[in-house]
């Protein structure tokens, strides 16, 4: 019950608040501590010092046509997650569930905890958990001068073309700042999202970004932790911004601008392969390839 309702206080704000806010106002005392290290209920980042709670579920919404329930996925319709409605159901008839108080639905909802969400709160949670349900941002369009950076697809690019420094922090730069824009309207569009949603996209994919850093470091961690002692806090990529008794050291996304830096580079004997899933390694002239960790996706800042 208590895990519950600090899920639905970080859905209220987005999906994310400061851990500050969490360990000073919801009277649960040492309680919250156990709380919030739950990962798979909570992502803890560190951006810039300021120590973060982001709220995420490995529930996911089921794609597979005609399924049985084998899935463990929810069984919903895009649309009626993203609106309470569907403009397909009353004009040619749409296949999906619109039911979320369903049988199996409530099924899955209590084996993940999340019975008790509204629709809204368990759309604002997919959001940012579910990586399939919202169109990825082209990182080719983040990388080099230009209108379109090195994306020669152009607005016929089927990934958005938003400005990733501005998902993090203020940004003056000439990429696109605007979900509204015609290019990511369209694909936003295209994909089923709803005008309603456009006003916060701008922090879910901050927190999608934070999620998926604070996975690859504890991957890292836990490999490193297996190969080697354990690193103190300036060489493990941990933040010690922390005061907390009982709360694990939170990652800590403040990364230098190089490190989130992405883009392609064609040809052998460049420095770095860098493509839409990131560093991919040093090709040399003689054609080896030499791998080097995963980089951050982009820096992250509220």
């Not at 519950?4 to 919801?26: C, H, P, R």
């Not at 290290?37 to 996911?60: D, I, M, Y």
């Not at 701008?202 to 490193?224: C, L, Q, V, W």
């Not at 080697?228 to 922390?242: E, H, V």
């Amino acid at each position: 019950m208590m895990e519950t309702e600090v899920l639905k206080i970080i859905l209220a704000s987005q999906g994310a608040v400061d851990t500050d806010y969490l360990m000073s106002n919801i009277g649960y005392g040492d309680s919250t501590n156990a709380i919030i290290t739950n990962r798979e209920k909570f992502a803890l980042c560190s951006p810039f010092g300021q120590p973060k709670v982001v709220a995420r579920t490995s529930l996911k919404l089921c794609r597979v046509r005609g399924c049985t329930g084998s899935c463990k996925g929810l069984h919903l319709c895009k649309n009626f997650l993203f609106s309470g409605s569907c403009q397909f159901l009353s004009r040619r008839g749409c296949s999906s569930s619109h039911e979320l108080n369903s049988d199996y639905n409530q099924m899955i909802l209590k084996e993940h905890e999340l019975e008790s969400l509204s629709r809204a709160e368990l759309c604002t949670l997919l959001l940012q958990s579910d990586n399939l349900l919202l169109p990825a941002i082209c990182h080719d369009y983040n990388n080099g001068p230009g209108e379109y950076g090195i994306c020669q697809r152009g607005d016929g690019c089927e990934r958005l073309h938003i400005c990733e420094r501005y998902l993090n922090r203020d940004c003056n730069c000439h990429k696109i700042h605007d979900f509204s824009a015609p290019q990511p309207l369209q694909i936003l569009r295209s994909k089923g999202v709803p005008d309603s949603l456009i006003p916060s996209l701008k922090s879910t994919y901050a927190n999608k970004g934070a999620i998926r850093y604070a996975d690859r470091k504890r991957d890292e961690s836990n490999k490193g932790n297996r190969q080697r002692p354990q690193l103190n806090s300036t060489g493990s990529g941990f933040s010690a911004a922390t005061n907390y008794p009982g709360v694990v050291p939170s990652y800590d996304l403040h990364v230098q601008p190089h490190d989130w830096h992405r883009g392609r580079w064609r040809g052998r004997g460049r420095v770095g392969f860098r493509g839409n899933r990131g560093i991919r390694g040093h090709w040399s002239v003689s054609g080896n390839q030499d791998y080097y960790p995963a980089q951050p996706m982009y820096l992250y800042h509220w």
